[in-house]
């Protein structure tokens, strides 16, 4: 059984930064890609960012696009999300994805695996 499992999650004020980790119980080169995604209260569950496990491959939503960085290290089984400028909109559950595509999907039904999520509050 594959575990992902998301920590790092809290209550910050905007502006602060936050790093986010997913430590996976499966060696991460058996994944095509892995995600974040989020989710807000009473919205759909949204892609934030992605990356193949060759790391050759990144992408970023737009809302995060130079704010958010996504990073892995294989050695240790481990996704991060480096959250900077954050700002209350960022306030979310957010949970990493595993998936066997070799390409990067936005579209949370292509992912096999997912963690139980992190909460993150970011205070005006």
């Known amino acids: 059984q594959v575990q992902l499992e998301e920590s790092g999650g809290g209550l910050v004020q905007a502006g602060a930064s936050l790093r986010l980790s997913c430590t996976t119980s499966?060696?991460?080169?058996?994944?095509?890609?892995m995600a974040w995604f989020r989710q807000a209260p009473g919205k759909e569950r949204e892609f934030v960012a992605g990356i193949t496990w060759s790391g050759r491959r990144i992408s970023y939503a737009d809302s995060v696009k130079g704010r958010f960085t996504i990073s892995s290290d294989n050695a240790k089984n481990t996704m991060y999300l480096q959250m900077n400028s954050r700002n209350p909109g960022d306030t979310a559950a957010y949970y990493c994805?595993?998936?066997?595509?070799?390409?990067?999907?936005?579209?949370?039904?292509?992912?096999?695996?997912w963690g139980q999520g992190t909460q993150v509050t970011v205070s005006s």
């Open positions: 499966a060696r991460t080169f058996s994944w095509g890609n």
């Open positions: 994805a595993a998936g066997n595509r070799l390409t990067i999907s936005v579209d949370r039904r292509t992912y096999d695996y």
